[in-house]
């Protein structure tokens, strides 16, 4: 039993191009995460959602767009991809702000 | 925004070696957690601590608020231990952001 799954594992695109990435925990938690980690395996949290609220906005670009339909799901799609894009995207679950659960990555490779 | 500082960046082990990892932070926190990033790049999360002492097994964390710092402690290291080791720390006026150190690298050999 998956905790906390994405998919897809890989994603290799083209420059422009518009992609999404579908994230499910079945932990009954309330509170989702997206955070990319750079070649240099720094993490940055991009977006959360508690109760499929929006409660963390950082500064991404806004081609960057996070949709939770219902508190096990969180999806984030990205338009007009750009080289710099190009990073592991891990999606995150937590009850409240208490331990925090990864899943397995993302790695966006933009050509 | 709130600075977080691991030490050492980088740490070779002798299987079977005891080593410490620090973890500066430089405000108040009210959410603290170390994770784990094996070879395969799975982050795992190894402690919710943001005061005092854990253990779970070979791994024991201690942090104190008070003076801004945490400690992982790995008692007799194996070859599975290997893999990037981060501090991320959470600021009372919110809880739920993360901000990650840069990470401590540890290799066990064997």
């Known amino acids: 039993d998956t905790a906390v799954s994405q998919t897809p594992k890989y994603l290799v695109t083209q420059m422009g191009n518009d992609k999404s990435i579908k994230c499910e925990q079945n932990?009954?938690?309330?509170?989702m995460y997206w955070y990319k980690q750079d070649s240099k395996k720094f993490l940055k949290i991009m977006f959360s959602y508690n109760n499929k609220e929006l409660i963390i906005n950082e500064t991404v670009p806004n081609r960057f767009s996070p949709k939770s339909p219902d508190k096990a799901h969180l999806n984030l799609h990205i338009n007009s991809l750009e080289l710099g894009d190009s990073a592991v995207y891990f999606c995150?679950?937590?009850?409240?702000?208490?331990?925090?659960?990864f899943g397995p990555g993302t790695r966006l490779t933009v050509l | 925004g709130i600075q977080v500082e691991q030490s050492p960046p980088d740490l070779i082990l002798q299987e079977g070696a005891n080593s410490t990892l620090r973890c500066n932070f430089s405000d108040s926190v009210n959410n603290l957690q170390w994770f784990h990033q094996n070879p395969w790049g799975q982050l795992i999360n190894l402690f919710y601590i943001p005061s005092g002492t854990k253990q779970n097994g070979r791994l024991s964390a201690t942090t104190v608020a008070t003076e801004r710092y945490s400690l992982l402690y790995i008692s007799s290291s194996q070859t599975t231990d290997s893999g990037v080791y981060f501090c991320?720390?959470?600021?009372?006026?919110?809880?739920?952001?993360?901000?990650f150190g840069a990470g401590t690298t540890v290799t066990v050999r064997a």
């Open positions: 991320a720390v959470g600021r009372p006026s919110n809880d739920y952001k993360l901000s």
């Open positions: 932990l009954g938690h309330d509170t």
């Open positions: 995150a679950s937590s009850q409240e702000y208490h331990t925090q659960y």
